[in-house]
């Protein structure tokens, strides 16, 4: 179950390069990014599995991503929320 057909790649949630789902799980999923081979989980029960494919994905989406990306993996002091 988790994040279904329309989960199978994911943006990388630190270079925003294509990652697939290595493994689906109950409430979440693992990922492998394949261009810089970080891996992540994504956690789909609280919205459930997404209504529309996750990739590909626009640029404003990767500028986005990378912004982020690299405020959090600058300072680790704060945990990671949610989008709201
Ligand atoms: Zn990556």
């Keep these: 179950m988790a994040g279904g057909v329309n989960a199978a790649i ?3 949630l630190r270079c925003a390069g294509p990652a697939h ?7 979440d999923d693992h990922y ?15 919205d459930g ?3 529309s494919p ?9 500028e986005k991503i990378r912004k982020m990306a690299a405020q959090v993996f600058r300072r680790r002091s704060k945990p990671i929320k949610g989008i709201e």
């Design 32 to 46: 492998r990014c394949s261009e810089c081979g970080s891996e992540f989980n994504i956690d789909w029960s609280y």
């Design 49 to 51: 599995p997404p209504q």
């Design 21 to 27: 789902r290595t493994y689906e799980g109950q409430e």
């Design 10 to 12: 994911f943006p990388c």
């Design 54 to 62: 996750c990739w590909p994905i626009s640029e404003e989406e990767t």
